[in-house]
């Protein structure tokens, strides 16, 4: 049965799931600091095996990013991203209660644009804004 749960997963989880979705893995320290620095995380569970997660970086009042959105293959298109993006949605309903002109930011995926566009978001360039940018 598959279930969300809001819970701060383990660095090992973390990486299963990013080695998955063809990300590869980090150090479990770096991974574990990340962890710590975020707001708020969803999981998705098929039983007790960890299948996808999703978490919100930021402020909570100026800028928030949704980061990692992540389902493992084998359960990709059977609607468990958009559960995920729908829990973190509804929690930046509640950040934008202190700050309703509150922004909200996403990196998707090469080819996984159309899906977030699906919630209202759009690319920087169709929303008159500059292009985004990355320093490495």
């Keep these: 049965m598959v279930s969300i749960k809001n819970n701060k997963i383990s660095a090992n989880d973390f990486n299963y799931l ?3 979705v063809g990300w590869g893995t980090r ?4 991974v574990e600091e990340a962890l710590n620095n975020t707001l708020y995380s969803v999981s998705i569970y098929d039983d007790n095996k960890i299948i996808g997660y999703g978490r919100i970086i930021g402020d909570k009042t100026i800028f928030l990013y949704i980061q990692d959105i992540m389902v493992i293959p084998e359960y990709q298109g059977q609607k468990i991203g958009t559960k995920i993006m729908n829990a973190l949605l509804t929690k930046i309903d509640e950040y934008k209660k202190v700050n309703p002109n509150l922004r909200t930011y996403l990196g998707a995926s090469k080819g996984k644009e159309n899906f977030y566009e699906k919630f209202g978001f ?4 169709s929303a008159d804004l500059g292009e985004g940018m990355v320093l490495f």
Excluded: F, L, M
Aim: glycine share 0%; proline share 0%.
């Design 18 to 20: 990013t080695d998955r």
């Design 122 to 125: 759009k690319t920087r360039s």
């Design 27 to 30: 150090d479990v320290k770096v």
